[in-house]
Each structure stands twice: as C-alpha cells, then as structure tokens.
C-alpha cells in the first residue's frame, strides 16, 4: 500500500483556499467601501482582512513545500485590493495541485512506496 500525500493534505488546503476565494468574490459583488473592507477586522486584537488571507494562503503552500521539501512560490504580500486576494489565493491554489516525484534510491531500497506533491 502506498501513501499518497496529496490524498492527505492538499485537498484540506484547497478547500480552504476555495472557500476564501468564494469570500472575496461575495465582498466584491457586495460592493462594500474596498478600503474599509482591507482594514477590516472581527476583533481588535486581529490582523486585518488581507493579512488574514495571506496568512492563509502561505500556510497551504509553506506545509505543502515542507512536506514534500520542495520550495514554495515566494511573494512579496503587498496587495492591496480585492482583486489582489483573488490573484494570491488563485496562485496559491496552484501550487498545490498534484504532480508526481519518484520516491529516493532509499526508499525504493526499503520497499516504500510514496507519491509526493511537488510544487509546479
């Protein structure tokens, strides 16, 4: 039996990822004041709106390159409209797609079978 884990992880990230995106698109057809909506937060100890969904999307694709010790997409985190969060959780949701790598000489040796997720 092989462990796949893009099985494991991805999926809970992009769900994540597709969730936010769907929050994004529902403030921008709102038409609610974009700049009130970038300061915006549920309480006052919390990071505003945008730093929220960069928090999220770097979350999805830091565990992804960890796990699969691969380097993940850097960006510089300056968005500043909500067309801006679209792009970087679109971005971050392509990098968790699927794609296969051959598991090392040594695990070959030991008899594991893996599948990783690499960033593309």
């Known amino acids: 039996m092989s462990l796949v884990l893009h099985d494991i992880s991805a999926p809970a990230f992009l769900r994540g990822l597709h969730s936010l995106s769907g929050l994004v698109d529902k403030a921008i057809q709102s038409g609610v ?17 945008p730093d929220q969904i960069r928090m999220a999307a770097f ?5 992804i390159g960890r796990l699969t010790s691969q380097a993940w997409p850097k960006t510089d985190d ?3 409209t909500l067309t801006d969060l679209k792009e970087t959780i ?3 949701s392509r990098s968790s ?3 296969t790598r051959r598991p090392s000489k040594a695990a070959r ?9 690499a960033l593309s």
Do not use: I, N, Q, Y
Request: with cysteine.
């Open 33 to 49: 004041d974009e700049a009130v909506l970038m300061d915006a937060r549920l309480a006052p100890d919390m990071k505003p709106f």
């Open 59 to 63: 979350s999805a694709r830091s565990c």
């Open 109 to 117: 040796h030991a008899g594991l079978s893996c599948v990783f997720l």
């Open 97 to 99: 797609r699927p794609r």
């Open 78 to 80: 300056a968005e500043a």
């Open 90 to 92: 679109a971005c971050r």
